[in-house]
Nanobody, 126 residues
Framework: QVQLVESGGGLVQAGGSLRLSCAAS????????MGWFRQALGKDHEFVAA????????SYADSVKGRFTISRENAKNTMTLQMNSLKPEDTAVYYC???????????????????WGQGTQVTVSS
């Protein structure tokens, strides 16, 4: 089992920055790709970004490309999402996710991840 805990959410003005963190514990050696998803009120989960275990490959949703940066530090079992130039439409609950099943996959769909955190709220005011 792997446990994921997000932190770093909060309220920020448009144009501002936030840094989200995801701390993994348990059988972290079994985690491959990790990713961030978000869910705005009344909407479906949306893929935000993902990173392979080595950090050598990353993937971003078009809506955040150039503004968000995903990274991970395996020695500390942490993953971060640096969010710059935030917009009101970035307001959502952000979830950390981990894939423990396929080493080669860099997923962007919910079913490709089998471990999830509880989420952290990000609110961007206009």
């Amino acid at each position: 089992q792997v446990q994921l805990v997000e932190s770093g959410g909060g309220l920020v003005q448009a144009g501002g920055s936030l840094r989200l963190s995801c701390a993994a514990s348990g059988r972290t050696s079994s985690t491959y790709a990790m990713g961030w998803f978000r869910q705005a009120l009344g909407k479906d989960h949306e893929f935000v970004a993902a990173i392979t275990r080595s950090g050598g490959r990353t993937s971003y949703a078009d809506s955040v490309k150039g503004r968000f940066t995903i990274s991970r530090e395996n020695a500390k079992n942490t993953m971060t999402l640096q969010m710059n130039s935030l917009k009101p439409e970035d307001t959502a609950v952000y979830y950390c996710a981990a894939d423990s099943r396929f080493d080669y996959r860099l997923g962007y769909r919910r079913w490709e991840y089998d471990y999830w955190g509880q989420g952290t709220q990000v609110t961007v005011s206009s």
